[in-house]
């Protein structure tokens, strides 16, 4: 499963479907816009749809998930998307397809219609195998298993690299000096593109008024032009921002270059550079390099996993690589990047490839590896021995001073001690608020603060005026004063409903005597 819980987007998909995504794209000029994969290969969007972007054959908004039928088992190997916008993927087989916005032909198909459904790019495309993809504003490159590049599109700026600054309506593949040379990464800026080679040389073309190309001046280039400044340096990646550039070289250090108003080529100071300019990380070897041309936001990834961000970070200016607590690239882009879009598309890292939090929720109640179960109403649990001594105090001290394969259980239910023995693989609880109630006993009796807090926040998020009175009478029982001056204050609000429910007529005379007088404490009996 692919963790998207940080992008907003995806905020109303239910649990079963948010499993069920493997690969994802957010886009749009506010993030109000998504594309994603599931484990079978559907392809489905949502959100504001702008210019017929979600390829959907209309331009209609949607706060509902619509399959994409026509990309449905095409397996994306690479997705990129413009301001416009507009899309384009390659696929496993080496089609392109693109749709969305065309005012200027970035979707070449020769036309500046816009794309309302995903089309076949095939002029001069055919027999080639496309790898890669990448969009700036309103124009589109896309690299070949040859190591070849064509660009189609907006081309105010030389951004195509035809030589001419006239718009190219269908693919043409950019030679100049890259004739008879393999390239191996591709990337896009705002108006510029950048190429690196398999023998590390880099090259530039497009706009280049804020020194994007790393020539060490400000002119724009119609043709691809090698950076001389990393002479004898080899890059093996680049990534552009709105209008800077940053390379990865093979030793793990990082250049940068271009515009730097937020302080997004990480040099301490907001001075543009015409030329790469080395980061001095002080930090370990860096594996990756993150940037979208749609932000001033700067990103990497150190060898042991670390990563760090620079430039524009929610409205901030941050000079210097600042070292975060996020363990990917794509979460500092969710939480902090303007607008908060994706930089490239969110994949599973390989197919068969869990986090040690996935792995541990896998194996709950799986008898496979299990060395313990517990018998609950005649049920069975199967745990292992060593998690629920790491996890639990209780489970520490009792599993010390025993050896048996299996232990009983009599004064809970089955229901919520799965749900205990669950949150302790999952740090999470998924009970309505009436059998969390029992929980809230449980993690009394084992003394677990944690599960007891969430407990709380289950039957808050779960209060009405039915069962109002039984969440009161349990928050007192177990002495939850947080939960019961909340449960309370509900009660008081919905007097008159709470007072006729079948719960109320219920209520044990002590409690009763006791709420009544609070309540009136409270002027809930005022005229």
């Given at each position: ?493 919905h007097l008159t409903a709470v007072t006729q429910t079948q719960a109320f007529a219920d209520m044990d005379h002590d409690l009763l005597k006791n709420f009544i007088s609070k309540a009136s404490r409270y002027g809930a009996f005022k005229n």
């Amino acid at each position: 499963m692919l963790d998207v819980g940080k992008w907003p987007v995806f905020a109303l998909l239910p649990p079963e479907e948010l499993r069920l995504i493997r690969q994802a794209c957010v886009f749009g000029s506010a993030a109000n816009e998504a594309i994603y994969v599931t484990v079978s290969d559907e392809v489905f969007a949502l959100g504001t749809n702008c210019s017929g972007c979600l390829g959907l054959g209309d331009t209609q908004s949607t706060i509902e998930p619509r399959r994409i039928d026509i990309l449905c088992g095409k397996k994306i190997v690479s997705l990129s998307y413009g301001t416009g916008p507009h899309v384009v993927i390659a696929t496993a087989d080496g089609e392109v397809y693109s749709w969305g916005h065309n005012g200027y032909s970035q979707l070449g198909n020769g036309t500046t219609n816009h794309g309302l459904t995903p089309a076949l790019v095939s002029t001069n495309l055919i027999g080639k195998r496309v790898t890669e993809v990448a969009c700036g504003s309103h124009h589109t490159i896309a690299l070949t298993t040859e190591g070849e590049v064509y660009a189609w599109g907006y081309n105010n700026s030389g951004q195509v690299g035809s030589g001419s600054t006239a718009n190219q309506p269908s693919p043409r593949r950019v030679s100049s000096c890259l004739q008879n040379k393999v390239v191996v990464n591709i990337a896009c800026g705002q108006l510029c593109s950048m190429a690196v080679l398999d023998n590390g040389e880099t090259y530039g073309w497009g706009y280049n008024c804020n020194g994007q190309l790393g020539l060490g001046n400000n002119g724009n280039q119609q043709t691809p032009c090698r950076i001389a400044a990393l002479q004898g340096i080899n890059i093996v990646q680049v990534a552009c921002g709105y209008a800077h550039t940053l390379a990865l070289t093979d030793e793990g250090f990082i250049y940068s270059w271009g515009a730097n108003s937020y302080g997004q080529l990480g040099t301490g100071n907001k001075s543009n550079q015409a030329v790469p300019t080395l980061i001095n990380m002080e930090k370990e070897r860096m594996v990756e390099v993150a940037a979208c041309h749609t932000s001033h936001t700067s990103v990497a990834k150190t060898q042991s996993g670390q990563v760090l961000m620079w430039g524009q970070c929610r409205g901030q200016a941050v000079a210097y690589p600042h070292l975060t607590h996020f363990t990917s690239t794509d979460d500092v882009f969710a939480c902090f990047a303007t607008p908060a879009v994706t930089w490239h598309l969110l994949s599973v890292d390989g197919d068969d490839y869990l986090t040690v939090a996935q792995s541990l929720k896998r194996e709950f109640d799986s008898p496979e590896i299990s060395d313990l179960k517990f018998l609950v109403d005649g049920k069975c649990i199967h745990v292992h021995k060593a998690l629920l001594k790491i996890r639990c105090e209780h489970f520490r001290a009792l599993l010390n001073e025993t050896d048996e394969e299996t232990i009983e259980i009599h004064q809970f239910s089955y229901l919520v001690y799965r749900a205990f023995l669950e949150y302790l693989y999952t740090d999470t609880i998924n009970l309505p608020p009436e059998d969390a109630i029992g929980l809230l006993d449980l993690s009394t009796y084992y003394r677990e603060s944690r599960l007891k807090r969430l407990c709380q926040e289950t039957i808050k998020r779960g209060i009405t005026e039915e069962n109002a009175i039984t969440l009161f009478s349990a928050a007192v029982k177990y002495e939850a004063r947080d939960l019961e001056e909340f449960c309370f204050k509900f009660c008081v609000n919905h007097l008159t409903a709470v007072t006729q429910t079948q719960a109320f007529a219920d209520m044990d005379h002590d409690l009763l005597k006791n709420f009544i007088s609070k309540a009136s404490r409270y002027g809930a009996f005022k005229n």
